[in-house]
């Protein structure tokens, strides 16, 4: 069985209200809640408890962004994305600690984050300082009882299963097919065959991929891009189950109604997904 969900940060919901409005206005009653906002108080806490167990609304899990992130280019992601850099790292701890009381408090069991690029090479220096800070991280999460899942796309397949594997279980993975064709890092089904078993949540995602290499691909309305949904579902049934499966859309200006077609699209291939 898996759960259907939509991320909150997909709604630009200014304020309690009108998230919840638009949760329902999907199609859907559970949701990725970002966590940054709750802590800020800009969707305040105890507001957003009381609007759910009014509404049964479901938070299926949480997601930390990381500080000073700059999504212009690759390159400028590449080097500000995740735990990577230095100037950063004190304020990404000082979150991830507030985040995870904040996680244990909403009764979350999973928070989702960007890494950041990690290095393919055992022997880049870099790697083993994000790892360790990784480590960290997931430890953080874990005194709180909160499991963490790093979201596929900034690096291939094979280098985040080895990262997993560097961590001892400690991580999962948070994949999102449509990341691993706009960062051009491979075929999102044979990427999700090779970490299914590391899978704790999935996001809803579409894009084409780039025209020219080292540039973005462009997200897209789910069913209408690069990702081949139908062998993808046939993974997901075969091989994860009990995941949330979360849609998000980060483009366009018709994001309720792109997140409800898309649990149109998605539901025939999927029937036993609620």
Known sequence: MHRLAVCSWSLRPRSVAELVARVRECGLRAMQIALDPVREGLLPEPELVRACARQDLVLVSGMMAMAGEDYGTLDSIRVTGGVRPDATWPANLANARANAALARRLGLRLVTFHAGFLPHAR???ERARMLERLRVLAEVFAEQQVGVAFETGQEDAATLLEVLRDLDGLAGVN????????YGMGDPVAALRLLA??????HV???LP???????????PVGTGGVDWASFAAV?????????LCFEREAGESRVADVAAGLRFLRPLLPRAR
Not at 175 to 182: G, K, R, T, V, Y
Not at 210 to 220: C, D, F, I, L, S
Not at 236 to 244: A, K, T
């Open 236 to 244: 997901l049934r075969e091989r994860v189950s009990d995941v949330d």
């Open 123 to 125: 022997s880049d220096p």
């Open 175 to 182: 994949f999102d097919p449509a990341n691993m064709l706009l």
């Open 210 to 220: 780039a025209p020219t290499k080292a540039t973005w691909g462009r997200e897209v």
């Open 197 to 202: 078993p590391h899978v704790r949540q999935v």
């Open 205 to 207: 995602k579409d894009a």
